[in-house]
């Protein structure tokens, strides 16, 4: 397929000196980029949602490892592996639930182990390469998620996992993308995704920059749209997906599932193999991330509920692997996941 046609986005960009990283919370109406020059630069962009989305961060924090290297200077191998060590736990530290962060550190810090003296050269190429690898897996991705949806289907998305998650093309936005261009896919929905709103600020943005027509949902609407028949997969991320199969993604994605089982509407989790957790059980034991009560308690800078009212606001949610169809990963699809079949596909941890 034309990929430039349909992946017009980028969120984040090296530029040899400096990480540019196009601040996510002015969306959509302002383009903005800001430019980060230190690791502790990068994990307060990761922790501010600047930049978001388990791929996305991860990539991001590679390239944070970059600049402490460069901060760090012309030093030794030996000098530089435990500045780079407490750089790398700042990152790691930024947010939680998504494994890609973690999973992209270590791939560095492994890269760095085997360096010798051109050590900031070879943890340049290794964050090249996890971006790269993360583009190439998710047009793969998009290909193999795709050929499972029947032409003139109609699909319901969450959060965004678009560019802007990750290196570019998405992961369930790619599959979306893919099925658009094959005409698998004729009706995209998104739901706007709460708190933050992901959905509306970004998703239908993206899918606007590629000329492609979607319709945004209420989080609320989601059972009513299902029961309607319009869409017949929905189709989401993840942040990690544990050795059970288990998924943990955007808060709102388990009643989403729940719903899709009681409607007959089929359900995909679309993610690369750096999201997957073989070292955790199962979801039970999947940290998640709680945000500022703020971001329920108003909008846009103003207060919209009454003073004095408390609020909960956990970000992800785990969708139990009995609730899931299949999980795409560049690896191939697995069908109603278990323990067995995850085992199989990734090994032991
Ligand atoms: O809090 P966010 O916006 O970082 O959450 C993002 C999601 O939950 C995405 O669905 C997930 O990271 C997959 S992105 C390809």
Known sequence: MDYARYDRVRAVEWTGKALKLLDQRKLPFDVEYITCESAEEVAEAIFQLVVRGAPAI???????????????????????????????????????????????LARMQAALALAGEDWLQRLQDCAKDIEADDLAANRHMGQLGAQLIAPGSGVLTHCNTGS????????ALGVIRAGVAEQRVNRVFAGETRPWLQGARLTVWELQQDGIDATLIADAAASHLMAG??????????????????????????????????????????APSSTVDMATASGSEI????????????????????????????????????LIDAIVTEKGVIEQPNADKMRKAFGEA
Do not use: C
Request: glycine content about 12%; cysteine-free; overall charge positive.
């Open 164 to 171: 802007l998650a990750t290196a570019g093309f998405g992961t």
């Open 287 to 322: 940290e998640i991330e709680q945000r500022d009560p703020g971001e329920l308690l108003g909008y846009g800078g103003r207060r919209t509920v009454a003073e004095g009212i408390r609020a909960w606001n956990p970000v992800f949610d785990v969708t139990p692997a009995s």
């Open 229 to 270: 028949g319009q869409v017949q997969w929905v189709i989401v991320g993840a942040d990690r997906i544990t050795a059970n199969g288990d998924v943990a993604n955007k808060i709102g994605t388990y009643q989403l599932a729940i719903a899709a089982r009681h409607h007959g509407v089929k359900f995909m989790v679309v």
């Open 58 to 104: 991860g990539i991001a924090a590679a390239w944070g490892l970059v600049l402490a290297g460069k901060v760090i200077g012309e030093k030794s191998k030996q000098e530089a592996v435990p500045l780079l060590q407490l750089a790398a736990v700042k990152l790691n530290a930024a947010r939680p639930t998504a494994v890609n962060l973690a999973w992209a």
